[in-house]
Each structure stands twice: as C-alpha cells, then as structure tokens.
C-alpha cells in the first residue's frame, strides 16, 4: 500500500505559477512510477504528465508542455508538478497517483492516489 498527499494548491491569476507536491508513504517511493491528472468541473479527469521511477522518462499532455515540469525526489520520497504560464482552462482538481510498473498516460495503469489539491486560475 502507498499513501499520497497532494499540497499547494490555490487560487493564482492568469499567468501566474504553483507548485504542486506529492507526497508518499508506505511503500518504497523509488519503486513506482508518478503521474498527475486532473479534473474540471464536468469533465472526466484526464492525464497531466508522468515520471518514471528514475526520473529518466517524462511524458506530458500537449495542454501543458513548456509550460509545467513534472519531478520528483526518491530521497525525499515526493514528487512535483511545477506549473508556469498558467490559465483559467488549468483549473481543475489535481490528483497525483503512483504506479508499480511504467509512467503511463492511462489512468488504469496506476495503483494509488491522492486525494486531490483545488488549483484556481482566475481571469
């Protein structure tokens, strides 16, 4: 079992930049692979990006490419999602799950989740 903790969420302008974390516990960080989704209002969740257990393959949704960097520290035992440039179509609820195989762009692939972080961009 693995626990996963999402933080900094928040509501920011347009333009604007967080930072979100994922934090987990549980199970041995480095053996999984990390991925961010998220959820609009009405729509289905839909993937963000994806790290794998190295960190040395990173697969991102065209929406976001230049504009967020997925990251994770395996001492630390977190992973991260930097959001630049953001905008009002980036509000959404935030999810980070972990997989025990590769970084996917498939939700069934992965094994846990979080429990969500609300991002906000206003206009």
């Known amino acids: 079992q693995a626990q996963l903790i999402e933080s900094g969420g928040g509501l920011v302008q347009t333009g604007g930049s967080l930072r979100l974390s994922c934090a987990a516990s549980?199970?041995?960080?480095?053996?999984?692979?990390m991925g961010w989704f998220r959820q609009a209002p009405g729509k289905e969740r839909e993937f963000v990006a994806a790290?794998?257990?190295?960190?040395?393959?990173?697969k991102y949704a065209d929406s976001v490419k230049g504009r967020f960097t997925i990251s994770r520290d395996n001492a630390k035992g977190t992973a991260y999602l930097q959001m630049n440039s953001l905008k009002p179509e980036d509000t959404a609820v935030y999810y980070c799950?972990?997989?025990?195989?590769?970084?996917?762009?498939?939700?069934?692939?992965?094994?846990?989740w979080g429990q969500g972080t609300q991002v906000t961009v206003s206009s």
């Open positions: 549980g199970r041995t960080f480095s053996g999984v692979a």
């Open positions: 790290v794998s257990r190295s960190g040395g393959s990173i």
């Open positions: 799950a972990a997989a025990q195989f590769t970084a996917t762009l498939r939700e069934g692939d992965y094994d846990y």
